[in-house]
């Protein structure tokens, strides 16, 4: 399953990946697609078998501010939009501990890992027992190989308490540590606390993945103790970089010996729209995790060439274009311009050497204006698309690739001439690009 890794129309951002027997689970935020807002009145749950991780189930709607047609409200306090869950195992029972805007957070159980999740209180806790005004934003909770249960959350700042193993949502009593991250503003601003606390244990070393103010990275830090202090890592993903860049939020989840960054990223022009990806990370032994770079492949080893590739998986893209979603079943590469990059990272061409040319087709959507695609792998430019006025599948002749390579697609436009008629033109699209795939 390449990126983004759930279907096309499902939009799950601040991922917690968690694996409970034999099955991956992300549990995460639900954007609606195409409105000025994030995150919804609902929570959805999806997970895929650890030796089949092309094969994702959803399991529905688990837990609700509001009620709908087919599910009454959760809870009893608040109808405000639900942010950035997680959920934790204990004694055979599954905790959903969720962040609910302007309101109280709450603590949820189901005997399933899948839900439907049953409330069972928000936190109870004494005023000077909890920072962030007591709302417990982006809970990341950790349930230590003792049993000690502890959670940790804050917004600009970051905050953990211990909880009782025993009800799950009391706060024990002068538990609260403030600034578990150093964020003191002589700190600087890339390594800084912002928001999306999510803990992990590694052997005896005490993992925080959370957001720092730079908005686009997942950063790391480390520690011998789950109570802290906390140590400033460095970064293992950045949304941003040669990509319309928002917030991220995610974790980190071995799966059958393989770690993985889950993270999310972009779509339809917005910083709202957000679908959750995936990467493989290594951790080495030191502890540290070297940072990696986005790519289109989320589970796969790499592209196949000789498949059709969508648009919409593309992890580069520069110059204005963005992904956008036509209608349920196609997402594309929109307001390609002069001078716009698209990118696909990686692609695997096998060990063919018998010609020294293929032909590349790509399916578009014309803009009124003609062009050209030019195409390049990795850094040498391997041929030229030319692109006419209207819709269609246009072919060419390519260089022959073998082994691994990124493939980019550069816009070029050919303006009119005429001054005020080129002028019309300028901000006008070449195409937009809906999926490619490579002949032999």
């Known amino acids: 399953m390449a990126n983004p890794i759930l279907p096309l129309w499902e939009n799950i951002p601040d991922g917690e990946p968690r694996v409970f027997g034999d099955r991956v689970y992300i549990y995460g935020s639900h954007d609606r697609f195409g409105i000025d807002k994030f995150c919804d009145f609902k929570l959805k749950a999806w997970s895929a078998p650890v ?10 709607h688990i837990f609700h501010t509001r009620a709908d047609s087919d599910h009454p409200s959760s809870v009893p306090h608040t109808d405000h939009e639900l942010y950035a869950p997680d959920v934790v195992e204990k004694d055979g029972k599954y905790y959903l501990y969720t962040y609910i805007v302007g309101a109280k957070g709450c603590v949820s159980v189901s005997d399933r890992p899948e839900g439907p999740f049953t409330y069972l209180s928000t936190y109870e806790y004494a005023p000077e027992d909890a920072g962030d005004e007591g709302i417990y934003n982006d809970p990341g909770v950790l349930v230590d190989d003792d049993g000690r249960v502890y959670v940790y959350y804050g917004f600009e700042g970051s905050n953990m308490n211990e909880i009782d193993g025993k009800s799950m949502y009391r706060i024990i009593p002068g538990s609260l540590k403030k600034r578990v991250i150093d964020d003191r503003k002589e700190i600087p601003e890339e390594i800084r606390f912002y928001e999306a606390s999510s803990p992990r244990k590694i052997g005896n070393t005490y993992y925080l993945i959370y957001s720092p103010r730079s908005g686009s990275r997942l950063a790391y830090a480390t520690s011998t103790s789950p109570t802290g202090p906390f140590t400033y890592r460095g970064y293992i993903i950045d949304n941003g970089v040669d990509y319309p860049r928002g917030n991220n939020h995610g974790s980190i989840c071995n799966i059958k010996g393989q770690w993985y960054i889950f993270y999310h990223r972009m779509t339809n022009n917005s910083i709202f729209s957000r679908r959750a990806c995936v990467e493989k990370i290594n951790i080495l032994p030191d502890g540290s995790i070297p940072p990696v770079e986005m790519t289109s492949l989320g589970f796969e080893e790499s592209l196949n060439p000789y498949r059709m590739t969508k ?19 196609t997402r594309t590469v929109a307001e390609i311009k002069d001078g716009c990059e698209i990118g696909y990272k990686y692609f695997d061409f096998g060990k063919d050497f018998s010609t020294k040319t293929m032909e590349l087709a790509v399916k578009t959507k014309g803009c009124g204006c003609r062009g050209k695609l030019h195409v390049f792998s990795d850094q040498e430019e391997i041929g030229c698309v030319e692109i006419g006025l209207g819709d269609g599948i246009y072919r060419t002749r390519v260089k022959n690739l073998t082994g691994r390579h990124a493939i980019y697609f550069k816009a070029d436009i050919d303006l009119p001439k005429d001054q005020w008629t080129s002028m019309f033109f300028n ?7 809906e999926e490619f795939v490579f002949l032999k």
């Open 51 to 60: 030796d089949d991780l092309s094969n994702w189930t959803c399991h529905g």
């Open 427 to 433: 901000w006008r699209t070449i195409c937009e690009l």
């Open 311 to 329: 648009a919409e998986i593309a992890c580069v893209l520069k110059g204005g274009c963005f992904v956008t979603e036509k209608d349920l079943f």
